[in-house]
């Protein structure tokens, strides 16, 4: 009974470490990256994700993205905290003319959007197509 109330004084087993995969993403920040964007994704595909931290529905999608995400995926990947940085989100619908959303993925080639998703669409872009 004692060992019910209060545990057993036996050593446990540990219990093995969950390791948090890490995407590398880059900050977009400040609207002047946005040209540089454009310019690289003549060379390589750029990937924007938009995300809201006060929404638990982005945060549930953006989640799925990282545990799906290609991490040999050839694609530069960028992560914006729309919140903190309302005029780059507003910059970002206007240079690359799609209707603000978020959660939102855009894929950039050749200084446009060649695709972009929101919510539960954005985990089913196949994005190697873009590579």
């Not at 036996?10 to 470490?17: L, Q, S, T, V």
């Not at 990947?77 to 970002?92: A, H, K």
């Given at each position: 009974m004692f060992k019910k109330l209060f545990g057993s004084s036996e050593p446990?087993?540990?219990?093995?470490?969950k390791v948090e995969k890490v995407l590398?993403?880059?900050?977009?920040s400040d609207v002047s990256q946005l040209e540089v964007i454009a310019e690289k994704s003549k060379t390589k595909t750029q990937l924007i994700f938009k995300h809201s931290t006060r929404c638990g529905i982005s945060s549930m999608v953006m989640k799925q993205f990282v545990s799906a995400y290609d991490v040999d995926n050839?694609?530069?990947l960028y992560y914006l905290d729309l919140l903190s940085y309302r005029d780059v989100s507003n910059e970002v619908g206007?240079?690359?003319q799609v209707m603000h959303q978020s959660p939102q993925l855009l894929v950039i080639n050749n200084g446009v959007v060649v695709a972009h998703a929101s919510h539960g669409g954005i985990n089913e872009l196949e994005l190697e197509r873009y590579n």
């Amino acid at each position: 009974m004692f060992k019910k109330l209060f545990g057993s004084s036996e050593p446990k087993e540990p219990k093995e470490a969950k390791v948090e995969k890490v995407l590398p993403w880059q900050p977009l920040s400040d609207v002047s990256q946005l040209e540089v964007i454009a310019e690289k994704s003549k060379t390589k595909t750029q990937l924007i994700f938009k995300h809201s931290t006060r929404c638990g529905i982005s945060s549930m999608v953006m989640k799925q993205f990282v545990s799906a995400y290609d991490v040999d995926n050839n694609a530069d990947l960028y992560y914006l905290d729309l919140l903190s940085y309302r005029d780059v989100s507003n910059e970002v619908g206007y240079k690359f003319q799609v209707m603000h959303q978020s959660p939102q993925l855009l894929v950039i080639n050749n200084g446009v959007v060649v695709a972009h998703a929101s919510h539960g669409g954005i985990n089913e872009l196949e994005l190697e197509r873009y590579n």
